[in-house]
């Protein structure tokens, strides 16, 4: 009876701790985010004191022999439309990973790994915008006015923000439903295919080169893993068998 007793405690206290996926220290992690969030803050200040609007002879001495041949496929119109269905594939990627990644029990330590995801990739890839100051495919537009050129954001193309954000949102809520629920394809579609439509987007209405896209969606997709895999909670599992009781710990 005791040991009878003794198993089903065990058992309890296995689905009890393989339940969650995210194991969050809420202090450390609001710490990190305010870190995170002041560091936001100091390269807008660096930002706006380094990167001037180009003037109309750097406008004129650009040329597209000077660019990948394999980045050339950005050059095309420059389109508002397809820039704005971007934003809205990119909401739909979010909305997506916090469906996928609802679960009561656990919304909370969910919202926070996602914040973390979220705040870093952002903050790499601004930092990396200001210090590459590489120039929008529209740049190169001889129908584009000089107004548009020399607007701020316009030497701002390296990397993809949109890809890298999308990419990060669909790694955390995949990551999160196969260490839940294991590998589930129509979600993994779900996600990725619009983190992809939305890097697809921003090289079709010339906001990025193909370059761009590709590294904002690996360094996305890096960033959430390591996060996602730094939250993740330490499982227990138990195997009963007839005349035997077996403890595994994994990491």
Not at 103 to 108: N, P, R, S, W
Request: hydrophobic share 40%.
């Amino acid at each position: 009876m005791k040991k009878v007793l003794l198993i089903t405690i065990l058992i309890l206290i296995s689905f009890q701790l393989s339940s969650s996926v995210f194991q969050v220290n809420k202090l450390g992690s609001l710490a990190y985010i305010a870190g995170i969030t002041s560091l936001e803050f100091l390269n807008n200040h660096y930002d706006s004191h380094n990167i001037f609007p180009l003037s109309e002879n750097d406008i004129n001495k650009i040329s597209k022999n000077n660019v990948l041949k394999f980045d050339r496929i950005a050059f095309q119109p420059y389109s508002p439309k397809l820039k704005d269905l971007s934003d809205y594939t990119i909401y739909f990627t979010f909305a997506s990973a916090l469906y996928f990644s609802f679960e009561k029990e656990e919304i909370l330590n969910n919202l926070v790994v996602l914040t973390e995801v979220m705040v870093t990739q952002n903050i790499i890839g601004k930092w990396t915008k200001s210090f590459s100051k590489r120039k929008r495919p529209f740049v190169y537009d001889e129908n584009i006015s000089i107004s548009k050129k020399q607007e701020h954001n316009s030497q701002h193309s390296f990397y993809s923000l949109h890809s890298s954000a999308a990419f990060s949102a669909a790694t955390y809520a995949y990551y999160y439903l196969v260490k839940k629920n294991g590998r589930n394809i129509p979600a993994a579609l779900v996600l990725y295919g619009s983190a992809t439509a939305t890097a697809s987007l921003r090289v079709a209405s010339a906001n990025h080169f193909p370059s761009d896209v590709i590294i904002g969606a690996v360094m996305g997709s890096a960033i959430s893993y390591f996060i996602c895999e730094y939250h993740h909670k330490k499982q227990i599992n138990i195997q009963v068998g007839l005349n035997s009781l077996n403890l595994e710990i994994s990491f």
